[in-house]
Structure formats: structure tokens, C-alpha cells
């Protein structure tokens, strides 16, 4: 899956990103592998916010769900 969405990278970089992010969150290899891919800081800076808010509100969503269902929170 990641290979196939690297090797789109260069035709479409914002939805390569975007869905990346998505999967990957902020692996550090990930994180250089688009550092030395040659994707411009526009791309990059667009897939990155519109990628990581969707995985970001899952994590806060099932961490509150489990901190409810221990009765810490």
C-alpha cells in the first residue's frame, strides 16, 4: 500500500500525502522519505493538515472511550 502511494507521489502529491498521513500518522521514515522525495513545501504542508486531523480525532475519541469505560476519567 505504502510503495503504491510513494510511486504515485510525483502525479499527485497532496492526495499521496493526504492519504499517507492517514495511514502513517508521524512515522519518522515517513517523515524523511517525503523530506528527500523533492515534494514541494506547498503539497507537503496541504497534505499533512488535511491528513493527520481524521487519525489525530480517532486516537481522542477511543482514548476517551477507554479512560470511560476504566472509570478514570
Known sequence: ???SLLSRLDGHPVTSILLLRMLFQTVPA???TLAMSGV???AYLTGTILGLPI???VYCVFFDC???ALKIA
Do not use: V
Open 40 to 42: 514541494g513545501f506547498r
Open 1 to 3: 500500500m505504502a510503495a
Open 55 to 57: 487519525p489525530i480525532a
Open 66 to 68: 477507554l479512560a470511560k
Open 30 to 32: 515517513l517523515n524523511y
